[in-house]
């Protein structure tokens, strides 16, 4: 009859229980992320090809003043830069100010943005901004992150937007075209708009923050596209390591 081994027995002899494959990936995974982080130079050199092919990048949203930019942007969420100029120019024409645009109405105001998705509340978001405009900014448009996000439909990327387009500031306003090129480059890797931001912050040079959101935007928006990205014609192909890269 075999002998039945003790448990202390049986617990040294048994052999040593693998890591969960969950616990190493995590750890694997960062420092994959860390060797593919462009280093300075390359981030440099970046910035100065955007920059010698395109000196002063504009933001496709058509406006008059900083009221209508700020107007187009929260129009602009979840809708086209394309579709909402189409909705925006005659609404403009005859609204270019919190006061014309609080006279329209909202029922008005709603008409004129009908072809946009979600107008049922942009239009309503409008007026309230409009309202708290004249009621607590003496209708001007801050010129402070902090104060721009009290304004009905205003978020960080919309405040973002208009301080950098209105008044000059250096921020950079996170969409879907940046935080996909700022991972995929990458040049700041984060799983939130704020991460990204952040990232980015800490790594482009200080002489290409005014334009910097604008040249990564349009990259991803007409280079670096989210399922077939033009690698054949990218000016910083040499420079990406994501392994999307298609030459």
């Not at 990204?196 to 959101?213: C, D, N, Q």
Request: charged share 25%; glycine share 4%; net charge positive.
């Amino acid at each position: 009859m075999a002998i039945l081994k003790s448990a202390a027995a049986r617990k040294k002899s048994a052999p040593a229980a693998k890591a969960p494959a969950s616990a190493k990936a995590p750890a694997a995974k960062s420092r994959k992320r860390a060797r593919r982080v462009v280093d300075a130079a390359a981030v440099q050199e970046i910035f100065r090809r955007f920059q010698q092919a395109n000196p002063e990048p504009k933001g496709e949203l058509e406006h008059v003043n900083a009221f209508t930019l700020l107007v187009a942007v929260v129009l602009s969420a979840q809708a086209t830069d394309v579709g909402v100029n189409k909705a925006t120019r005659p609404l403009f024409a005859v609204a270019d100010t919190p006061q014309k645009m609080l006279a329209l109405g909202e029922d008005k105001v709603r008409d004129y943005i009908k072809t946009i998705g979600l107008f049922r509340n942009k239009a309503k978001n409008v007026i309230t901004l409009c309202e708290q405009l004249i009621r607590d900014f003496g209708g001007e448009v801050p010129r402070t992150r902090e104060e721009l996000e009290t304004l009905a439909g205003v978020g960080r990327k919309t405040a973002n937007v208009v301080l950098n387009m209105a008044f000059g500031q250096e921020t950079i306003a996170v969409d879907t075209h940046l935080f996909r090129v700022a991972n995929r480059i990458p040049l700041a890797i984060g799983k939130t708009p704020l991460a990204v931001e952040l990232g980015l912050e800490r790594v482009i040079p200080a002489a290409f923050m005014r334009h910097a959101h604008h040249w990564l935007i349009l990259h991803g928006r007409y280079v670096c596209k989210a399922r077939k990205p033009a690698c054949d014609r990218c000016l910083i192909a040499d420079l990406c390591t994501s392994p999307e890269k298609t030459i």
